[in-house]
């Protein structure tokens, strides 16, 4: 209700704020893919924002919203994410997704206290396309201004940027056009396919084989001190932060091996941006900097709908094994 009440302050018409309220009330979280083997009944996406003509609005902290709706099992599915995770010229984030058809509904840009927003026009709706174990590319999605509080998008297809370190482990058959299907580059091919059905063993099994056996374990410490009974509306947003966390630790693993203890931060929740401020590396036993710049970058980027400023404490326990 927090994102209704603010939008409703910028005099957007009833019908919008309905087609909000549906879509943001019923959306599953879309992740990142870390390579691992997709789900019988799963493939992934890739795409590219390019903002035309928006730079006085965009900030370090501009953040993307992106509303996918699948027509056949008739749900949403959102991906919420940092503007620069989709800047052409970067390697491709790549984002895991049940396979099938999906309109894209709705994109939202927000930065500072501004709020852009497009949708979907229902007589010339984009229609995109994931194949199981796949990859899909979604093109270059040029955005712009249309008027003072909503956009203009324009999709184009774009070639193929992702590129397999090694295609005989690849976990991936192919990438697609996300816009017709076609094939734009083969990875793990029919081989792949082949293994695929080897290991569903039953029909509504799941593979769940990774190309490295590990489990990452991190449990986290929220202490708001005089505020701690207002704890749980923070804590959900840390809760829907894991997987950017856990993935800071991951890439930190690949490169030394051997990361073990806790990150301890202090910070200050503002009310008026919605926002951790003044976060500071204040102890611990785990004091690799690249870990702590990393995790310390995702909580700036969190948003909370808080009713007064708060200090707190956050302390992370990273192990593997």
Request: charged content about 25%.
């Amino acid at each position: 209700m927090a994102l209704l009440n603010k939008v409703s302050k910028l005099a957007i018409p009833i019908s919008l704020l309905l087609f909000l309220q549906a879509t943001y009330a019923t959306s599953a979280n879309i992740f990142p893919w870390q390579g691992e083997y997709f789900g019988k009944k799963e493939g992934g996406f890739y795409l590219y924002l390019e903002p035309q003509g928006l730079g006085s609005k965009l900030s370090v902290n501009t953040k993307v919203s992106l509303i996918f709706y699948n027509p056949l099992n008739k749900r949403r599915f959102k991906l919420t994410e940092s503007l620069e995770k989709f800047e052409p010229g970067n390697p491709p984030s790549i984002w895991k997704i049940p396979s099938g058809k999906y309109f894209i509904v709705a994109i939202e840009v927000t930065t500072g206290s501004a709020r852009l927003i497009w949708k979907t026009n229902p007589q010339k709706r984009r229609t995109l396309v994931v194949k199981r174990i796949s990859i899909s590319n979604f093109g270059n999605w040029k955005i712009s201004l249309k008027n003072k509080n909503s956009l203009d998008v324009q999709f184009r297809m774009s070639k193929n940027t992702y590129q397999s370190d090694n295609q005989s482990d690849e976990s991936a058959v192919a990438v697609f056009n996300g816009f017709n299907g076609n094939i734009q580059k083969v990875l793990g091919g029919k081989q792949l396919i082949e293994r695929a059905k080897n290991n569903y063993e039953k029909a509504d099994e799941l593979r769940v084989q990774t190309r490295m056996v590990r489990t990452i374990s991190l449990k986290w410490t929220l202490d708001l001190l005089k505020d701690n009974n207002r704890a749980h509306a923070v804590n959900q947003i840390i809760v829907a932060h894991d997987p950017y966390f856990r993935k800071c630790y991951k890439n930190r693993l690949d490169d030394t091996g051997n990361l073990r203890g806790k990150i301890i931060y202090g910070f200050i929740l503002v009310k008026s941006s919605g926002t951790m401020s003044k976060i500071r590396h204040i102890g611990g036993t785990l004091n690799d900097i690249q870990l702590v710049n990393c995790i310390q970058k995702e909580l700036k980027d969190m948003r909370f709908s808080i009713g007064r400023n708060m200090v707190g404490k956050l302390a992370f326990d990273f192990n593997a094994f």
